[in-house]
């Protein structure tokens, strides 16, 4: 029997059958929407991108998805060609062309282009980024808690790729997940360079114990921005949240666990290592701030 679990997990939407993919402004149905084999993307893992949702007509934290976008494009040396206005209007464009209006969740991808011969050189893309988005109706549903399982993969160091990136290639982020999977579990609980627990391979992640919520300092994770958010929500309300190092001791004796990510917001974690954290189901702080956030999310609007 299949008991599969994700945090990207969708109710199956037929409408994403049809809905029209804006690729270098152009809006084209799904099979038509390609890029090329020589694209830096596709062959390299060459590329920045966000996920980003739409919330009863407003795309939540829009302008912090720019700034992240922008910063990870200057820090990789890509120009991608269009302002924040046009890259802002080519988000909303997609969403008027699909008439989609909440509950949907976007990937806005840029690329370092087509390449003219198949190598690694940045000098080899000669025409330009590429830059795609995908729009999709998507309500979460997660059947159950996530189960986490500790893999060897670690978060690295800002000098190899730095684990701030939302790059393209996230290869390492990948294999952390098959070997999750591998162990049994849904997803990868992924450690720093000095074995503190830092982060899930596509979540940010926290533990709550005594009351108090934890999560990592921030160093070898993705600036998450519903991390971000979750850590303020507790500060304004009285909810003591700690940026720390633990360690897999902490974290075992936890009473609640839960990532978070544009996608799930908080997703609430049954197991890690085959440890049942509390009594692996959704705790009352993650309730607490998985209500919170829902209530930040609709006054966006
Ligand atoms: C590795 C990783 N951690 C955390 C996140 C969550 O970040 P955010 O809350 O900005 O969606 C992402 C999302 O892209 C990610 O790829």
Redesign the pocket.
């Known amino acids: 029997m299949h008991d599969d679990a994700s945090t990207h997990q969708a109710h199956d939407d037929p409408r994403n059958d049809t809905a029209l993919v804006w690729v270098n402004g152009e809006l084209r149905p799904r099979p038509e929407a390609v890029v090329n084999v020589y694209d830096a993307g596709f062959m390299m893992g060459d590329g920045v991108w966000e ?1 980003i949702r739409l919330h009863h007509g407003t795309w939540a934290f829009l302008d912090e998805h720019l700034d ?1 976008l922008f910063e990870a494009a200057l820090a990789i040396d890509l120009n991608i060609g269009r302002d924040r206005a046009e890259v802002r209007q080519a988000l909303l464009d997609t969403q008027h062309a699909n008439d989609m209006h909440t509950d949907v969740h976007a990937r806005l991808m840029v690329t370092r282009g087509v390449k003219t011969r198949p190598f690694q050189h940045p000098r080899l893309n000669q025409s330009g980024p590429t830059m795609v988005i995908i729009m999709e109706h998507s309500v979460p549903s997660a059947p159950r808690p996530i189960r986490l399982a500790t893999v060897p993969h670690l978060r690295g160091l800002p000098m190899t790729q730095d ?1 701030k990136l ?1 790059s393209h290639s ?1 290869l390492n ?1 990948i294999l952390a997940c098959i070997a999750a999977e591998k162990a049994g579990a849904d997803e990868a609980l992924m450690l720093d360079v000095h074995g503190f627990v830092n ?6 992640f926290f533990i709550v114990r005594r009351g108090e919520v934890w999560t990592s300092t921030g160093d070898y ?2 600036n ?4 971000k958010k979750v850590i303020k929500l507790c500060r304004d309300n009285d909810i003591p949240v700690f940026e720390r190092n633990y360690s897999l001791v902490d974290t075992y004796s936890a009473d609640e666990a839960f990532l ?4 799930g917001a908080q997703t609430p974690v049954g197991s890690i290592d085959g440890r049942v954290i509390g009594d692996g189901q959704m705790g009352p702080v993650t309730t607490r701030l998985r209500d919170l956030y829902r209530e930040l999310v609709a006054a966006c609007g």
Do not use: A, E, Y
């Not at 982060?199 to 940010?204: A, H, V, W, Y």
């Not at 998450?224 to 991390?227: A, H, L, P, Q």
């Not at 978070?260 to 996608?263: C, I, P, S």
């Open positions: 996920g992240r684990p939302n996230k982020c982060t899930t391979n596509s979540c940010n994770c993705m998450g921005i519903t991390r978070t990510g544009t996608f």
